[in-house]
C-alpha cells in the first residue's frame, strides 16, 4: 500500500501514490509514478524561486564529491539513518528541515534553509520521489 495524495503542480492536479517501505522496486527502490519523479529531477536540477538547486551542493557524480553529501543510493539507508522513521520521512525532514540530521562530515546551517517555506508539499513530495530513485553509482 501507500498513501494517494491529490496536488497541484505547474498548474495542474495530480494524484500520486507515496509508497510506503513495502512498495519496493526489484532493485530495492521506492517504487514512485514517473511524473512525479521527473517533476523532483526538474527541480533538484533547476531550483526554484529564489532557492537553489539541490545539485549544487548534492552533485550526481560518484567520482565527484560536493559540498553536501551524495545522495546516490541513498534509497539504501536514509531508512536507517533514524530510528523511527521511513527514508521518505528522512529524505522530507531534511529538506524542509535541514538542520535536524547533519550527515557524518558536514556542518549544521550550511544547507540552504528556507526549502520548507519556498516549496510546496507537491514540490517537496516530487524531490522525495527523485532522490529516493537515484541508483547507487552513475549519473541518472
Known amino acids: ?31 514512485y509514478p ?35 553529501p551524495s545522495l546516490l543510493g541513498i534509497y539504501q539507508t536514509a531508512g536507517t539513518r533514524v530510528p523511527g522513521l521511513t ?10 528541515n535541514p538542520n535536524a540530521f547533519i550527515a557524518s562530515g558536514y556542518s549544521a546551517n550550511y544547507m540552504y534553509q528556507n526549502y520548507g517555506a519556498v516549496l510546496h508539499p507537491d514540490q517537496v513530495e516530487a524531490l522525495v520521489a527523485y532522490v529516493l530513485t537515484l541508483p547507487e553509482t552513475g549519473s541518472p
Not at 503542480?9 to 510506503?20: N, S, T
Not at 527514508?87 to 524542509?96: G, L, N, P, Q, T
Open 87 to 96: 527514508a521518505a520521512d528522512y529524505i522530507r525532514e531534511s529538506i524542509v
Open 34 to 68: 514517473p511524473e512525479q519523479v521527473a517533476a523532483g529531477e526538474v527541480l533538484y536540477r533547476s531550483g526554484v524561486a529564489n532557492a537553489p538547486a539541490c545539485v549544487t551542493c548534492h552533485v550526481l557524480d560518484p567520482q565527484s564529491s560536493g559540498l553536501g
Open 1 to 31: 500500500m501507500g498513501l494517494l495524495v491529490l496536488a497541484g503542480f505547474g498548474g495542474a492536479a495530480v494524484l500520486w501514490l507515496i509508497p510506503d517501505q513495502a512498495a519496493l522496486s526489484p532493485s530495492g527502490m521506492l517504487d
